[in-house]
């Protein structure tokens, strides 16, 4: 069984970082062809997909958000973590992370969602 | 960056209609899209893959179509557990995409 469950702070300052973490059961990120991604949704909003890690550590960012965003993975722990500096009142949404099927790049399976406010 | 225009952005609809509602890319994308239903404070549901492949448990009264750039979802008889909204995401190439969604509400 499949599951994932994200955990971090639901309130953080402006220009604070946000770390995330995305623990995940059911199958391994050191299985090729194995990818996990962060998407958020403001509240109202649609979906935004933020990042991806590769089960061979390659990572992929969204343009207009590279340069606040790391994501990594622990394997051992079986986590990715997501890491956004520069936090801005814009950024306040829920943020997922999912599994991507794999060898493709589209979800199967998602965790519940982490509600993070950015607010002084 | 491909962008995905959906519409309507809502409808109304009522239980047993038959519901269709349309996924425009700004370029194509073969058939690389997927569809997705997410209720209020839930986490997306993943109901087609590939255009029109339909994902293991989804009840066979949802159905996709489409290529290149023009895609659609129907929901053949529309029952109570459906009012959600769909949204369609690209998956042809980085950045990946969501198209805005469309809200389906009972009538």
């Known amino acids: 069984q499949v599951t994932l469950t994200e955990s971090g702070p639901a309130l953080v300052k402006p220009t604070e970082t946000l770390t995330l973490t995305c623990t995940f059961s059911?199958?391994?990120?050191?299985?090729?062809?194995?990818?996990v991604s962060w998407i958020r949704q403001p509240p109202g909003k649609p979906l935004e997909w933020l990042a991806r890690?590769?089960?061979?550590?390659?990572?992929f960012y969204m343009t207009s958000l590279k340069t606040r965003l790391t994501i990594s993975k622990d394997t051992s722990k079986n986590q990715v973590v997501l890491t956004m500096t520069n936090m801005e009142p814009v950024d306040t949404g829920t943020y997922f992370c999912?599994?991507?099927?794999?060898?493709?790049?589209?979800?199967?399976?998602w965790g519940q969602g982490t509600l993070v406010t950015v607010s002084s | 960056a491909i962008q995905l225009t959906q519409s309507p952005s809502s409808l109304s609809a009522s239980v047993g209609d038959r519901v269709t509602m349309t996924c425009r890319a700004s370029?194509?994308?073969?058939?690389?899209l997927a569809w997705y239903q997410q209720k209020p404070g839930r986490a997306p549901q993943l109901l087609i893959y590939?255009?029109?492949t339909l994902e293991s448990g989804v009840p066979s009264r949802f159905s996709g179509s489409g290529s290149g750039t023009d895609f659609s979802l129907t929901i053949s008889s529309l029952q109570p557990e459906d009012f959600a909204t769909y949204y369609c995401?690209?998956?042809?190439?980085?950045?990946?995409?969501f198209g805005g969604g469309t809200k389906v509400e009972i009538k």
């Open positions: 999912a599994r991507m099927v794999r060898g493709y790049h589209y979800f199967d399976y």
């Open positions: 059911g199958f391994s990120l050191s299985t090729t062809a194995m990818r």
């Open positions: 890690i590769d089960w061979d550590d390659d990572k």
């Open positions: 370029q194509g994308i073969s058939t690389s």
């Open positions: 590939i255009a029109s």
């Open positions: 995401q690209q998956f042809y190439s980085y950045p990946l995409a």
